[in-house]
Structures are given as C-alpha cells and as structure tokens.
Nanobody
Framework: VQLQASGGGLVQAGDSLRLSCTASGLTFRRYSMGWFRKAPGKEREFVAGIKWDSGSIAYAESVKGRFAISRDNAKNTVNLQMNSLKPEDTAVYYC???????????????????WGQGTLVTVSS
C-alpha cells in the first residue's frame, strides 16, 4: 500500500493550498481517509477525516470553516483544500487510510492502518 501526498509549499498568511493524496495497493473505496499534521515540537494531530462513503466528515476545531476534505473514489484520491492559512497551520501534513474507521474513531491516529510520507506546508506571516 502506498499513499502519496502532494501539494505542500511555502505560502503567505491568508493564502490557499490544496493537498492531494493518491492511494494505491488497496481498495480505496472501502477505506476512510484522514489528514493529520505534525508541527515542530508538537505531537501529531488530527486535521480532517472522511468516511469511505463520504457519509461522515470531521474537522479539527482549529480548521473548521477554513479547510475542506473531499475524495474521488474513481481516482483513488483524497484532497484537502486549505483556505485562509495561518502561520500556526505550518506543519508536515500526512494522509492516512483506515479500513475500520467509525465516526467515533475518525480523529484517532491509532485507528488508521496506512500512512503517507507527508508534505510540508509552511505559512509565513
């Protein structure tokens, strides 16, 4: 299984970025997907998640109203649209896949079986 994240970069506060994660080696439509991030000196944290059927979506409070997660099962891709970026959004962003995710576990990194390599997002003030 491979999860390939892309789309990171250096932007200014207030700008937008769109991250993408393409999965291979698994039946994508059966997996819920999540985005997590890890900032320097901080623990990895949940950002957004989407159930396998897009029937449930969750966001961290810190990104609600600014970020939007979506998936395209035909392309084995999950996206994270990030708007109104802030310096505190600076982190390495990881996508993850879980085959047994339920709504109550979507925010827990332990619930995800597969992880991508991460893409760096840097937001300057």
């Amino acid at each position: 299984v491979q999860l390939q994240a892309s789309g990171g970069g250096l932007v200014q506060a207030g700008d937008s970025l769109r991250l993408s994660c393409t999965a291979s080696g698994l039946t994508f439509r059966r997996y819920s997907m999540g985005w997590f991030r890890k900032a320097p000196g901080k623990e990895r944290e949940f950002v957004a998640g989407i159930k396998w059927d897009s029937g449930s979506i969750a966001y961290a409070e810190s990104v609600k109203g600014r970020f939007a997660i979506s998936r395209d099962n035909a392309k084995n891709t999950v996206n994270l649209q990030m708007n109104s970026l802030k310096p505190e959004d600076t982190a390495v962003y990881y996508c993850a896949a879980g085959g047994r995710i339920i709504t109550s576990t979507m925010k827990r990194d332990q619930a995800y079986e597969y992880w991508g390599q991460g893409t760096l997002v840097t937001v300057s003030s």
